[in-house]
């Protein structure tokens, strides 16, 4: 059965965290000469028609060209969300392809997920189309993200400890960034854009709690550039001073001085750990801080997109959190129980997720609940090789999980609602990403802090979401809005 180009974000099997495939493949797919695509294509097509005689049958193995043609276009023009869920909303939940070579499964079910993530984990993995594509190189190789196995197993162990529960709970690490952010909003009523704003926090956060120091890109707006050229910024001098941690540590031990150090960062805790493998902790450290820091800017910045145009929505996360007291601190635990609140963050998840597929390669032969037989239900066999492509950003607006009003901004519809496969923003199974808490209690803190602040939030953009792809889905025009305290 031949179906259009896996619903993903990668034109071709190679990524890294999701959504960052699209992230370092975007340039490559830029290069490619549009129109002489179209003209090749057509002229094959011509002659494809000649051979076959036009059987539709005959036609079905060539069907993957026009698909990415398409995709490209969709990516260039910044409507791929539409075309991917059109692309979807013509075929069964579970359909297939055979795209250069290797033979693809894209599907929206639940149960596919499920067995991908845990029923079946040993059987697919993630580094034949991450790491042995070379997509990082030359300035990554092994990390969380690109390995699988004992390779895998070492960096996991290497940077869980820093997302653990003492870490995620001190949301008094976030209050001076939050501080300065809310600072530089624009006088009431005046129209700004906050994404610019929330790229420069998230920047300032996250160097602090990798490398010990923060860039301090909202004091200095000079260094704000480094959140509009992330990759260019880790391929160059930031990336060359990670030897500084190990460097430090030779010059400390060859003089018999203690090891130990004040410093609790994670890159410090790191250099203990991989002393001597400058290019490994190099390695680590850019596969850590690429998805962590546009990640967190991106899911805050669509969440305030989306309060702002739901007024009522606002107000009942204001009442929820002036509810608190003024001044009653904003702990995890505190964030935690808020009901609105996190039904805001999960609600931003569903209509907007950051990794809108999860992509992984069959290391072994296996069997997938569903996706089989004429209807779709029977068992699905894969082979070692095959791809497996689970669109979420179709599976999260399904009706026949969600509802009839699935495509909107309701979040109430999370108050009550137990976990399920059908909604797994931060993954499942082994491989759940270790900073689900940590990214949850940043965003709800950064929302309460504004709902304090501001009794009011307007849209000052009549445009529709156009989704620009960076490492996740972003508004093409921005957040732009006006606050009144």
């Excluded at 490559?28 to 003209?39: G, M, R, S």
């Excluded at 950064?446 to 508004?475: C, F, H, K, Q, S």
Aim: hydrophobic share 40%.
């Amino acid at each position: 059965m031949a179906s259009p180009v896996p619903s993903s974000p990668q034109l071709w099997p190679n990524s890294i965290f999701g959504n960052i495939d699209l992230f370092i493949s975007v340039p490559t797919v830029h290069d490619i000469n549009i129109p002489l695509l179209v003209l090749t294509s057509s002229l094959a097509a011509i002659l494809l028609s000649k051979i076959f005689g036009g059987s539709k049958k005959n036609w079905e193995p060539f069907l993957w060209l026009d698909a990415v043609i398409s995709q490209i276009w969709a990516l260039r023009r910044d409507y791929y969300l539409d075309w991917l869920r059109k692309l979807h909303a013509s075929r069964s939940k579970t359909f297939s392809l055979r795209f250069f070579g290797a033979r693809w499964f894209c599907t929206s079910e639940p149960e596919i997920l499920k067995a991908v993530y845990a029923t079946n984990f040993k059987d697919f993995g993630v580094e034949p189309i991450r790491r042995n594509s070379k997509i990082t190189m030359p300035f990554a190789d092994k990390g969380v993200n690109t390995t699988d196995g004992e390779d895998w197993a070492f960096s996991r162990v290497l940077i869980k400890p820093f997302f653990e529960r003492d870490v995620y709970h001190n949301t008094d690490r976030i209050a001076p960034f939050a501080d300065r952010f809310l600072d530089l909003f624009a006088k009431d009523g005046e129209t700004f854009d906050v994404m610019p704003l929330l790229q420069r926090w998230s920047l300032d956060i996250n160097t602090d709690f990798i490398f010990g120091e923060s860039l301090d890109s909202l004091i200095d707006p000079s260094c704000a550039k480094f959140a509009w050229n992330m990759m260019t910024a880790l391929r160059g001098a930031r990336l060359r001073a990670q030897s500084h941690p190990m460097d430090e540590r030779d010059r400390r031990q060859s003089k018999g001085m203690e090891l130990e150090s004040e410093r609790t960062d994670l890159l410090w805790t790191m250099a203990s750990q991989m002393r001597g493998d400058e290019e490994g902790l190099r390695s680590q450290v850019c596969l850590t801080i690429v998805p962590a820091d546009d990640t967190i800017s991106i899911f805050i910045s669509n969440c305030i997109w989306h309060l702002a145009r739901h007024p009522d929505a606002w107000g009942k996360l204001r009442q929820e959190i002036m509810a608190l007291g003024k001044d009653t601190p904003l702990t995890f635990d505190i964030l935690r129980n808020m009901t609105y609140l996190n039904g805001v963050l999960n609600e931003t998840h569903r209509l907007v997720p950051n990794n809108m597929t999860q992509v992984r390669a069959c290391l072994e032969d296996s069997t997938l609940p569903l996706g089989g037989g004429p209807t779709g239900q029977a068992p699905l066999r894969v082979r070692k090789g095959d791809i497996v492509s689970v669109t979420k950003t179709v599976m999260y607006r399904d009706p026949d999980h969600w509802g009839a009003d699935a495509e909107e901004f309701h979040p109430e519809r999370f108050e009550g609602l137990r976990g399920t496969w059908g909604f797994l923003p931060y993954g499942g199974g082994p491989r759940r990403c270790p900073a689900q808490m940590m990214v949850q209690a940043e965003a709800a803190y950064m929302l309460a802090r504004m709902a304090r602040a501001y009794r009011r939030l307007e849209p000052r953009d009549p445009e529709p979401y156009r989704a620009v792809m960076r490492i996740g889905p972003t508004n093409r025009n921005g957040v732009q809005i006006a606050v009144y305290k």
